[in-house]
């Protein structure tokens, strides 16, 4: 089975740069994806890795990193509209559900 | 290109009801999944369903079911209603395939409240 880690809680100042970790461990192993959620809406999808490496999407990274089993997403030039739940995923290889983390709370200060 | 429908948007029951929820997918996505959401748990995986097949199942009781229509459309089902199934419950749909399916789309939910 698939398992995620991410850190509960996130504190960050408006403007500033914030990285969001995420370790796993699955059987198999396709890729990382990474979920946005703001309070009363809907998960939305932010970013994929299939590769070692860094994905840049705007403000927004995603990195994995295979061998450690192990991602970020970054976040930069911190917006307060960026305060809002974000979870990874991954799923084992073969016909396997997509897993969440138990998502991380980022918190954007004045 | 429309966005996941979800109906109702919002329902209240009480124990030992049924209750069957709706979800219609993106045009051209064959693969739908449910999740149940409530605070502090995250996403917890209900099922997934591919041309209509179940193709996962998550460790829920026997009590939820699900299904899906030739159209992609599907409904879930959770009989015997239960306090602890309050919950937001999301449908989130996707193309299908092996890269795809990392790409999930999600429905605005159906807010179930049991009391």
Redesign the interface.
Same mark, same amino acid.
């Given at each position: 089975g698939q398992s995620l880690e991410q850190p509960s809680e996130v504190t960050a100042v408006e403007g500033a740069i914030v990285q969001i970790n995420c370790t796993y461990q699955t059987s198999g192993f396709?890729?990382l994806?990474w979920y946005q959620q703001h309070d009363g809406? %809907? =998960? /939305?999808?932010l970013s994929?890795n299939?590769l070692d490496g860094l994905e840049e999407t705007g403000r927004f990274s995603s990195f994995l990193s295979r061998s450690d089993s192990y991602g970020y997403l970054l976040l930069q030039e911190l917006q307060m509209k960026d305060s809002a739940s974000y !979870?990874c %995923?991954v799923?084992d290889r073969g016909? /396997? =559900?997509?897993? !969440?983390?138990?998502?991380t709370r980022l918190s954007v200060i004045a | 290109k429309a966005g996941v429908t979800q109906t109702p948007r919002y329902l209240i029951k009480t124990r030992g009801q049924q209750v069957t929820l709706s979800c219609s997918p993106i045009s051209g996505h064959r693969s739908v999944?449910w +999740?149940q959401q409530t605070p @502090?748990? @995250? $996403?917890q &995986?209900l099922f997934?369903y591919f041309s209509e097949t179940q193709?996962?199942k #998550?460790n829920f009781p026997g009590r939820f079911s699900g299904r899906q229509f030739s159209n992609s459309r599907s409904e879930m089902n959770v009989s015997t209603l239960e306090l602890g199934d309050s919950a937001l419950y $999301?449908c989130?749909s996707s193309l299908g395939t092996?890269?795809g &399916? +990392?790409?999930? +789309? &999600? #429905?605005? #939910?159906t807010r179930l409240t049991v009391t």
């Open positions: 396709y890729g994806s809406g %809907a =998960p /939305t999808f994929y299939a !979870f %995923a799923r016909n /396997t =559900p997509l897993v !969440f983390g138990k998502g | 999944s +999740y @502090g748990q @995250g $996403l &995986f997934e193709r996962n #998550g $999301l989130a092996t890269s &399916f +990392y790409e999930q +789309y &999600f #429905g605005p #939910g």
